[in-house]
Nanobody, 121 residues
Framework: QVQLEESGGGLVQAGGSLRLSCAGS????????VAWFREAPGGERVKVAS????????YYPDFVKGRFTISRDNAEKIVYLQMNNLKPEDSGVYYC??????????????WGQGTQVTVSS
């Protein structure tokens, strides 16, 4: 069983920065990729970054590339999302996600409770 807890959200002006943290628990947390998703009011939950189990591979969609950086510390079981040059459209609830679905078997997906990010113009 994995539990994810996000922190670090808040209110920031456009152009500012925030660093989100996702603290994981459980023995398997460090063995699987982790992703950050964003959900704006009335919008879909979209992926904004992901990182492989060992941090060797990362992914960013074009709309955050160059501004967001994901990293992880497996010894501390924490995944970070550094967000720079924030824009009002970056506002939303940010969720930490870990998909531990095996190749064969039922889905095994974990979500945190989310942390609110509000960027004022």
């Amino acid at each position: 069983q994995v539990q994810l807890e996000e922190s670090g959200g808040g209110l920031v002006q456009a152009g500012g920065s925030l660093r989100l943290s996702c603290a994981g628990s459980g023995n398997s947390f460090s063995n699987w990729p982790v992703a950050w998703f964003r959900e704006a009011p009335g919008g879909e939950r979209v992926k904004v970054a992901s990182i492989s189990w060992n941090g060797g591979s990362t992914y960013y969609p074009d709309f955050v590339k160059g501004r967001f950086t994901i990293s992880r510390d497996n010894a501390e079981k924490i995944v970070y999302l550094q967000m720079n040059n924030l824009k009002p459209e970056d506002s939303g609830v940010y969720y930490c996600n870990q998909d531990q679905t095996p190749g064969i078997g039922p889905p095994l997906v974990y979500w945190g409770q989310g942390t609110q990010v509000t960027v004022s113009s």
